[in-house]
């Protein structure tokens, strides 16, 4: 008789094929971890130590030298009427140029998705160009076409109209640098809708209109309630760009006139320039709390209804 015996084969073990898998994936993300540390999380983490000192250009040869102020910086923020302009100003770039941009983005993106048949792409890319257009270049442009000799004041004087100086009068300035920015982000409102647009299934509207809803039926009941999360993204990210709008005041009208076009981002800098690096880490970090409270009332509103 025969006896046939079965040696137990020991299973191999997971540990280490699994950190081969782990140091792998560490590896790939090296390079980014690298950039993320010294560039943002190292600068971010001495950016808070410096608002709660009194650093300033002077002591930059003795940078640990200076005194602990804790949150003395915030409270003369909120005590200098500035920077209490400068958060209105920044409100006022919020309140119109988002709801302007997203207008405009949305009725560009409904007209291309629907309406425009023929040289859809050509559209969409002449729509999209003044995203990706030198922003220096365009704001040289904007500064001759709204001087007192611009282009816009010959073109109101061919039709009898007095124009005003635009660049140099505080009612005039704000609403020119809005339209700069409204002018140079439409085009990623328009291709983000564009692309809800086009998610949208096609079935729902053609039932929809054996139902009998006409176009503003169809785009009350059904584009807009399932364009939610894009209308969330497009206002998330527009938002975050005007609460921190630095170019367009910046290079056409530096802040002025009068601090009527300063932004939050701008005074930071100017902080900044003028060697007050406590004050203008403390501005940054108040930016960052608008951005975060703001985003959190939006993500609150805008949420997609289950």
Do not use: C
């Amino acid at each position: 008789m025969t006896v046939t015996v079965f040696q137990k084969v020991p299973r191999r073990t997971r540990r280490p094929r699994g950190a081969r898998r782990t140091a792998v994936g560490w590896l790939f993300l090296a390079p980014f971890t690298v950039v993320f540390l010294v560039y943002t999380a190292v600068p971010t983490v001495a950016a808070l130590g410096f608002s709660l000192t009194d650093l300033r250009g002077a002591d930059l040869r003795h940078p640990f030298a200076v005194d602990f102020t804790g949150l003395d910086n915030y409270l003369r923020l909120f005590q200098d009427q500035s920077f209490l302009r400068d958060i209105l100003n920044t409100a006022v770039f919020v309140a119109v140029g988002v709801p302007l941009t997203m207008g405009i983005g949305l009725a560009l993106a409904l007209a291309l998705n629907s309406g425009i048949r023929r040289l859809r792409g050509v559209f969409r890319t002449v729509f999209f160009a003044p995203v990706v257009t030198n922003v220096v270049a365009v704001a040289l442009i904007w500064q001759y076409a709204f001087n007192a000799g611009g282009t816009v004041n010959k073109t109101l004087g061919a039709v009898g109209f007095a124009g005003p100086n635009w660049l140099d009068d505080p009612n005039l300035t704000m609403p020119v640098v809005i339209l700069l920015g409204v002018w140079r982000n439409f085009g990623i409102a328009m291709v983000l809708f564009l692309a809800g647009l086009q998610a949208i299934p096609q079935n729902v509207y053609e039932a929809a209109s054996l139902d009998g809803a006409d176009r503003w039926r169809q785009l009350r009941h059904i584009t807009l309630p399932l364009l939610r999360p894009t209308t969330l993204m497009v206002s998330v990210l527009l938002t975050v760009f005007y609460l921190q709008v630095f170019d367009e005041p910046y290079l056409l009208t530096n802040g002025g006139p009068l601090g009527s076009t300063e932004s939050v981002a701008l005074y930071t800098y100017h902080q900044f320039g003028a060697g007050e690096f406590g004050m203008s880490s403390a501005a940054s970090f108040v930016t960052l709390v608008l951005v975060m409270l703001v985003s959190a009332v939006q993500f609150r509103l805008l949420r997609p209804r289950t």
